[in-house]
Nanobody, 123 residues
Framework: QLQASGGGLVQAGGSLRLSCAAS????????VGWFRQGPGKERQFVAG????????YYADSVRGRFTISRDNAKNTVYLEMNSLKPEDTAVYYC??????????????????WGQGTQVTVSS
């Protein structure tokens, strides 16, 4: 089970740090992705990190502003979000699974999903 947390309401230009904690199983052998879904929009890839943390991937829209990291000892993945924009408003989900040996931007490859955490950026 994945538990996403850290969302909230922030003004444009502000920062938030999302956390994704795994319980009941470890995901240290899998890549982990963060996705987001805005109102009326499809779920889109935001960032991903390899199982060891050595490789990270970002959507063009967030590269340079967001940073993904993981602490396998704590079974937790983080998404540091800086310089937030109103268009970053969405529900953010973390995901992983045994099919995700390497990071993929395709949501259906991820078997386990967190419940989502709302991020709202006001202008």
């Amino acid at each position: 089970q994945l538990q996403a947390s850290g969302g909230g309401l922030v003004q444009a230009g502000g920062s938030l740090r999302l956390s994704c904690a795994a319980s009941g199983r470890t995901f240290s052998s899998y890549a982990v992705g963060w996705f987001r879904q805005g109102p009326g929009k499809e779920r889109q890839f935001v960032a991903g990190i390899s199982w060891g943390g050595g490789s990270t991937y970002y959507a063009d829209s967030v590269r340079g502003r967001f940073t993904i990291s993981r602490d396998n000892a704590k079974n937790t993945v983080y998404l540091e979000m800086n310089s937030l924009k109103p268009e970053d408003t969405a529900v953010y989900y973390c995901a992983t699974g045994p099919r995700v040996v390497v990071v993929t931007t395709t949501p259906h490859q991820y078997e386990y999903w967190g419940q989502g955490t709302q991020v709202t950026v006001s202008s």
